[in-house]
């Protein structure tokens, strides 16, 4: 049976009410069907080496050859359909209706005392979203202000967090790839200085593996449990980027320069162990009792005077404040240089077309 117009245009709101995104590959498969069922096969000239996302459409649609726009329609609202499908049964995982205030990557619950914010984009390993940055920011302000006395970061699923999503580059705004890496630095500059400043004891619960970012900034918590199944990654130069999250400081100061050249230029991989020997990590737990272990740890804590834990923590750290923003100023200003190089750009490129089998 035909696909009608009216199927073809239904299946095009529909795509704009998913909640979840569907992720690179999909995009583009749905943009060169779009295209194919709308304008026929790619007629337009193939965009430069790097213009890499107009390329990458542009190969997409390519890559239909000569597919003719009835089936295209037909390829494009089966697709839509079987996300409307999957998104909805998968939803109540997602997003559970007790789920604190309604963000939409991650969960924050409070309870005995704790406000726990789990990140919760389990498919994509907790990766970090535009969006998931905003909302971390959000729900640190809201922890700083209600009546807990510890706050906790977790992950939800097998990765503690994979860092910066690498699709935050993909979608270059109007202004072009120098908007981006402006918007970017300040996105990131803001970030950092939530946990620069966050008043209370803040403890990050490592339930996996960690990359990039989510294991520079654990500089920043004051307590880090980790399960024995973690490892810690900062594959910045592999990237053709450089440290942030004010590592390049308080990385040397926890560890030691050599170590923390190790990770921050070569690459190293760190086991939960290694972590925690170059105190990088407070304690280690076996993966079958992490989560009991800590439970009872963090319980005891909250149960600590609020006031007296936020006093002390201010003594511990606000020598250091300062140094600390003015470092987190530097990097960002490195940063958005790196992602502006050809380095940086092909490392992206590359990983965003491995994701993309098209
Ligand atoms: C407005 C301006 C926007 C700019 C915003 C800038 C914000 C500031 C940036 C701050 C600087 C931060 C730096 C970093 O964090 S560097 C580290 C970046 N992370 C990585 O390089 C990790 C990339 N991912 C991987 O190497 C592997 O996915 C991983 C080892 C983590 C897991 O491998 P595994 O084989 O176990 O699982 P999959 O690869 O199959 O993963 C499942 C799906 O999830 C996708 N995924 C995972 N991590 C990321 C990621 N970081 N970015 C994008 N996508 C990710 C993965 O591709 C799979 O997706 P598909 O199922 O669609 O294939």
Not at 269 to 290: H, I, N, Q, R, W
Request: charged content about 25%; proline content about 4%.
């Amino acid at each position: 049976m035909q696909v009608s117009q009216q199927d073809f245009e239904k299946a095009k709101d529909q795509l704009k009410l998913l909640k979840v995104d569907p992720g690179n590959e999909v995009k583009l498969k749905l943009y060169a069907l779009f295209k194919q069922a709308t304008q026929g096969p790619c007629n337009t000239p193939k965009p430069g080496m790097l213009d890499f996302v107009n390329k990458a459409k542009w190969d997409a649609w390519n890559s239909l050859g000569s597919l003719p726009q009835e089936s295209a329609r037909q390829q494009y609202v089966d697709l839509v359909s079987s996300l409307v499908s999957s998104e909805s049964s998968s939803h109540v995982k997602e997003n559970p209706p007790d789920s604190k205030s309604g963000y939409e990557t991650i969960e924050v619950f409070t309870e005995d005392n704790i406000t726990k914010i789990v990140l919760n984009r389990p498919k994509m390993k907790n990766a970090i979203s535009v969006k998931m940055y905003e909302e971390i920011m959000e729900a640190l302000e809201e922890a700083a202000k209600d009546d807990s006395v510890i706050t906790v970061l977790t992950g939800s699923g097998d990765y503690y967090c994979s860092g910066n999503d690498l699709n935050n580059f993909a979608n270059v705004s109007a202004g072009g790839i120098k908007e981006m890496a402006d918007n970017g630095a300040k996105l990131l500059k803001n970030f950092v200085k939530h946990f620069i400043d966050f008043p209370k004891p803040l403890i990050a619960v490592v339930n996996g593996p960690a990359v990039g970012i989510s294991v520079t900034v654990l500089g920043l918590f004051d307590v880090v449990y980790s399960t024995d199944r973690a490892t810690f990654h900062t594959p910045f130069s592999n990237l053709g980027q450089s440290p942030e999250g004010c590592s390049s400081y308080v990385f040397p100061k926890i560890m030691g320069l050599a170590k923390a050249t190790e990770m921050l230029l070569f690459n190293k991989k760190l086991t939960a162990a290694e972590a925690c020997s170059v105190g990088l990590v407070t304690e280690v737990f076996p993966d079958k009792t992490f989560q009991k272990e800590v439970r009872a740890r963090l319980k005891a804590y909250a149960s600590l005077p609020r006031n007296s834990l936020a006093i002390s923590k201010q003594l511990l750290r606000s020598i250091e404040k300062e140094k600390l923003h003015e470092v987190n100023s530097q990097e960002c200003a490195c940063l958005k240089e790196r992602w502006l190089s050809d380095e940086c750009m092909n490392a992206v490129m590359s990983f965003l077309k491995k994701k993309s089998k098209l």
